[in-house]
């Protein structure tokens, strides 16, 4: 699901399991948007759920994902 806020698009990640939230929320990242403090996902989390969607338009998101993973190690 997405969402418009003005011209910021925030992707809405449904259907986790409660158990794998929890440790999702663990590893959050908090970043800044216009002086608002957002949690996201971890990049590591990010390509796991979307392995998981089964769309693909993902899996071109999970190679640049991969990327700048690789990058930050």
């Known amino acids: 699901m997405y969402t418009i806020l003005g011209d910021v698009t ?7 399991r409660i158990s794998d939230f929890q440790k999702m929320w663990e590893r959050k990242v908090i970043k800044q948007v216009r002086g608002i403090k957002i949690n996201v996902l ?4 990010l390509i796991e759920t979307k392995k998981h969607t089964g769309r693909s338009k993902d899996k071109e998101d999970i190679r640049v994902l991969g990327k700048i993973l690789n990058k930050e190690i």
């Open 42 to 45: 971890s990049i590591e989390d």
């Open 10 to 16: 925030v992707d809405i990640q449904a259907g986790a």
